[in-house]
């Protein structure tokens, strides 16, 4: 089984045993280009870019895979998250068509990809059905059927759906698929080594010093390179793209069910947020997997409740004969409805990025490698303009989050706080966390299985939010821009690279 930035084990990281790196850095710590971040979207850019000549090394801070690849549900679509009706909206109709370009070609990257490297990774061809449930739904999805064939994606009227749920209207897209990202990801990871790149797992990037060339801080040591590409789902530090990302957390689970009728294609109601369904064969065994009750970052005060309904959603429709995994993950979505792929807003030319995906990560993490090899390759693209970082502009509606958390915990340093009366106010069932006030100090208490209880500042180390504890992955998450810490307060996912302050807890300093 393979690590992941959560309490709870995906479908994914459950039956695969940890990626082992083959290549050493054999001191040379000087690359053409580094990567950092192990999951698709980095192993992808690595990959692309070593083929193209470029001497490349991936600097993971766990293990491939640890991040959201290994809690996605791996749909992989043409047909977005953010509709065509939007994207067109916000960006005009002939952008739309290069969006339904861009994703065509994702999707015949990854079809290349495993004939080029032979990859065992279960992959599909599918259809996706968008199915409306009432009037006002029926007409929406007219809509987004009129401005996703205007883009240049064959749609078609349905009459019936993979799922066994009543419906009004529904569309088929053909030009869909699915697969197995975490044995599509390992492959890649394998053909890159074998090219030549190295990748350097347990290695987290904790700055960069842009002077010539990027020096690269680590805890692994120093390590230099020509550019840098931040593949890390958000890039860490302070950046105005923390300002267009909003973090979204979404949950799902792949069951056994009762009868033979796994779904063959993708499906999703119209919802917000939507429930997402699809089948997926591993170990030659079909899992039913089914998704949804999203929600921003730590705004839901009892996340073990999205499981739950979520559970009591798919029981109505399925017969389920057993749970095999119940999971969530994270996402960031950006203001425009577009990912940002490119040069680093407020840093040199030696620094690139790719973000903000919504739902939508399998694709545009193929998108983003074709994207950025184009630009570090100096070759021309149409979607380098259309998803620049620097393209970012106000978008009416979007929240900055940073505002509804002004309350900052203050600085704790070498302060003692009483155990006896911490335990004390952390009335808590083992695996609960909560923040509470003692002599007007904001502290985060989590109590362990066995009972211990650990104490920390809850005050975010990348813009001082205040974290919320999520009871589902047992972490404390950002509700700001999404950094999320383990129980005892170390990092887990940026944009933060400092873990949260830990409190003493040894006797009670009388003030
Ligand atoms: C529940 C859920 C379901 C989803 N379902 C779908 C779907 O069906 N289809 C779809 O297309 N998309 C889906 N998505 C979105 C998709 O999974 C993500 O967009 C995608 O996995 C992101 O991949 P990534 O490689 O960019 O990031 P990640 O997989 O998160 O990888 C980033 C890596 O960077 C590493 N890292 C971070 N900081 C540092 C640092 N400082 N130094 C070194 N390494 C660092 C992390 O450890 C991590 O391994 C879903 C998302 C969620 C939450």
Redesign the pocket.
């Known amino acids: 089984m393979i690590k992941r ?1 959560g309490n709870r084990v995906s479908l994914w990281q459950a039956n695969i045993a940890p990626y082992e790196s083959r290549n050493t850095i054999n001191n040379n710590r000087y690359f053409d280009i580094a990567v ?8 992808t850019t690595a990959l692309l870019l070593q083929e193209a000549g470029k001497n490349c090394v991936v ?19 043409t047909l977005l998250d953010t509709p065509y009706t939007t994207i067109s909206k916000n960006f005009g109709d002939e952008n739309a068509k290069l969006v339904a370009q861009a994703t065509n070609a994702a999707i015949n990257l990854i079809k290349e990809n495993i004939s080029r490297y032979k990859i065992d990774c279960a992959f599909k061809d599918a259809s996706a059905y968008l199915f409306a449930q009432d009037e006002k739904q029926a007409e929406e999805l007219g809509r987004i059927r009129s401005a996703t064939s205007q883009a240049g994606i064959a749609v078609h009227s349905a009459g019936n759906i993979p799922v066994p749920i009543s419906f009004k209207q529904a569309i088929q897209v053909p030009g869909q698929a699915k697969f197995n ?1 975490v044995q599509y990801v390992y492959a890649l990871a394998e053909a890159f080594e074998n090219a030549g790149g190295v990748i350097v797992q347990h ?4 700055g960069i010093n842009e002077n010539e060339t990027a020096d690269i801080e ?1 805890t692994q040591g120093n390590f230099r390179a020509e550019r840098v590409v ?5 890039p ?1 530090g302070v950046n105005l793209i923390h300002l267009r990302c909003a973090p ?5 689970m792949a069951v056994k069910l009762n009868n033979d009728t796994y779904p063959e294609n993708l499906c999703y109601d119209m919802y917000d947020p939507y429930h ?1 369904y ?1 089948t997926q064969m591993v170990d030659n065994e079909p899992y039913f997997i089914a ?1 949804g009750y ?1 929600h921003k970052t730590g705004h839901e005060e009892n996340t073990q409740k999205c499981l739950m309904e979520l559970e009591a959603h798919v029981r109505r429709y399925f017969d389920i004969k057993k749970i095999a995994y119940q ?6 979505e950006s203001a425009d409805g577009l990912p940002y792929i490119g040069k680093l807003p407020g840093h040199t030319d030696l620094v690139y990025v ?2 903000g ?9 193929q998108v ?1 490698a074709l994207v950025l090899k184009s630009i570090l390759l100096n070759q021309d693209s149409p979607y380098i303009s259309l998803f620049d970082p620097n393209r970012l502009k106000p978008v009416a509606g979007f929240k900055n989050f940073i505002t509804h958390n002004a309350e900052v915990a203050k600085d704790f340093l070498g302060k003692y706080f009483s155990r006896e009366k911490l335990h004390e106010l952390a009335e808590l069932a083992p695996g609960e966390g909560k923040v509470v006030t003692y002599e007007s100090e904001k502290i985060a208490l989590h109590k362990d299985e066995n009972g211990e209880i650990h104490a920390i500042s809850p005050t975010c180390t990348h813009l001082k939010c205040s974290v919320a504890w999520n009871n589902a992955e047992q972490s404390w998450d950002c509700p700001c821009h999404g950094a999320r810490y383990s129980h005892d307060g170390e990092v887990l ?2 944009p933060a ?1 400092a873990d949260l302050e830990k409190i003493n807890m040894e006797e009670l300093v009388e003030k």
């Open positions: 930035d950092i971040g192990g999951g698709i979207t980095g192993i600097l993971e801070a766990a293990s491939l895979c640890f991040g959201t690849t290994g809690g996605t549900t791996a749909h992989i679509n990202p290695c987290r990037v904790n680590t931040y593949a890390t789902h958000i860490p979204y957390r979404s949950y799902a997402y699809r998704g999203d999971w969530s993950s994270q996402y960031f790719a973000t995906f919504g739902g939508n990560g399998m694709t545009y993490s983003s996912t940026g690279t």
